[in-house]
């Protein structure tokens, strides 16, 4: 405000509140529900891997590097055309192919059924989604809608007691963007149960956006594991003989 020809600077309590607030917001972000983060390798146990989105396929790459004999049990997918593959992705997915790995490009992973048909998996992975807009879907974000199709599909694909994990940045607008609790529903899978992620983990993982060879993410960005059970494998822990 002007008075007697200068700026007041000033500020009201009740403005003064609302900073705060502004900022305390801005500060949230997912809490997580475990120290430890998700196991990616020990909860695939004995059964299938899909990744799906994998960009450059160098998550894959670490895992297999982790686990050379999880090999002939992992499908890792690019929503990419092969074709498209620079020479960095051509070279993982030789490696991941040597090692017994199936591996396939022009994979949409909202409609899982048009590529891996009846098979089901014990363990399906998405790392950090993006559609690369905010033009609102149906009055939503974008990134919401793309989640929320992906476990609809997803969900049909996972043995009875599979899973589902989502990595993303842990930040309040990319928790209100994806809105992981409310993707979850009608899906057939339960809230989700949020682990650390740490890209020190995976030496050889970096992140690639779909559009881009670039990242928007820091390795030292704080990170979070979603990971989203069948309500189907609740109800058979929950009627296992004690």
Not at 54 to 63: D, H, K, R, V, Y
Not at 122 to 141: C, D, H, M, T, W
């Given at each position: ?13 009740r ?38 989105g ?97 476990l ?56 690639v ?33 004690q």
């Amino acid at each position: 405000m002007l008075q007697n020809g200068c700026f007041d600077y000033r500020v009201s309590a009740r403005d003064l509140a609302w900073l705060k607030l502004k900022h305390a917001i801005l500060r949230l972000k997912r809490a997580l529900d475990r120290d430890e983060p998700f196991d990616f390798l020990g909860r695939t146990g004995n059964g299938e891997l899909l990744l799906v989105g994998e960009g450059n396929l160098s998550f894959s790459a670490a895992l297999l590097h982790r686990k050379p004999q999880l090999g002939k049990r992992i499908t890792a997918t690019t929503f990419e055309t092969e074709t498209s593959w620079n020479r960095r992705t051509s070279g993982n997915a030789s490696f991941l192919r040597q090692m017994g790995a199936r591996v396939h490009g022009s994979v949409d992973a909202t409609k899982l059924e048009d590529h891996v048909r009846n098979k089901l998996f014990e363990l399906i992975v998405f790392q950090f989604p993006n559609v690369a807009s905010r033009v609102p879907r149906y009055g939503r974000n974008p990134n919401h809608i793309l989640i929320k199709k992906f476990l609809r599909s997803a969900s049909r694909h996972l043995t009875s007691s599979g899973c589902v994990a989502v990595t993303v940045v842990n930040s309040s607008f990319y928790d209100g963007a994806f809105d992981m609790d409310g993707a979850a529903k009608d899906s057939g899978l339960e809230n989700p149960v949020a682990h650390p992620f740490f890209f020190a983990d995976y030496p050889n993982y970096s992140h690639v956006n779909t559009l881009t060879d670039d990242s928007a993410i820091e390795k030292s960005a704080d990170c979070v594991t979603f990971v989203f059970n069948s309500k189907t494998r609740r109800g058979v822990l929950e009627t296992a003989p004690q």
